[in-house]
């Protein structure tokens, strides 16, 4: 059965912290994807890796950065959270066909 | 320029009813993907249906069905005989090649949340 995997369902962060979003693939799959959904907004696309080190900016990439060192795991960081950074993140990975996601992190900063 | 439109916030549907939810786009790709993604309330995207831009039979899934018109832009889901656990938020998503490879990178609409009353 594939799998994506996030490493928090719920986190709560001080506005100015560094965060780390953790996503975690077990279906060897050279794409990955981190969006964040907001209520009316959809799914937005803030960053996306096509192979290990290899990143490209989506349509809100501002306030984020990215980093794959292994095939399998790609990871959100926000250098100074924000209040507006405040949603839910969701990771994908894809096989060029279909994506797969994994569970979500709601992020609430204060 | 929004590329895939949901204009229904929410829709709601009788248990065991048939129902449509709309989704248009746009491109000026001439290969394209459109899927359909269900959200319960967990969280979790489930994907449900795919239709590619040069499949001439629309797709179907089971109870979900694309009604693909490609010269309308659009892709409407039909859910047929509804039940109390399609409640959901429901997405459609476009990928598109625009003459290279895409990586699967999907553009989603703003969803449609769909409640099914008993």
């Known amino acids: 059965d594939v799998k994506v995997t996030q490493s928090s369902r719920y986190l709560v962060k001080r506005t100015g912290e560094k965060v780390f979003l953790e996503c975690v693939q077990d279906m060897d799959h050279e794409n990955m994807f981190w969006y964040r959904q907001d209520p009316g907004l959809g799914l937005r696309l803030i960053y996306f890796?096509?192979?290990?080190?290899?990143?490209e900016k989506g349509d809100i990439p501002e306030g984020y950065s990215v980093s794959r060192e292994k095939k399998e795991r790609f990871s959100l960081i926000l250098e100074s959270a924000s209040t507006n950074q405040t949603s839910m993140y969701l990771c994908?990975?894809?096989?060029?066909?279909?994506?797969?996601f994994g569970p979500g992190t709601r992020l609430t900063v204060t | 320029a929004q590329k895939i439109t949901q204009t229904q916030p929410g829709m709601f549907v009788q248990e065991k009813e048939a129902v449509t939810l709309d989704c248009t786009y746009d491109t000026s790709d001439q290969s394209y993907g459109l899927f359909w993604y269900k959200q319960p309330s967990s969280g979790e995207m489930i994907f449900l249906i795919y239709q590619g831009s040069y499949d001439e039979q629309n797709a179907t899934e089971g109870r979900y069905s694309l009604n693909f018109q490609k010269a309308r832009k659009s892709a409407n889901l039909v859910i047929s005989a509804s039940q109390l656990g399609d409640s959901a938020m429901y997405f459609c998503?476009?990928?598109?090649w625009g003459g290279g490879t895409s990586y699967g990178k999907l553009t989603f609409g703003q969803g449609t949340i769909l409640t099914v009353h008993p």
């Open positions: 994908a990975s894809s096989d060029n066909y279909e994506q797969y």
């Open positions: 998503a476009m990928r598109e």
């Open positions: 890796s096509y192979d290990v080190k290899m990143k």
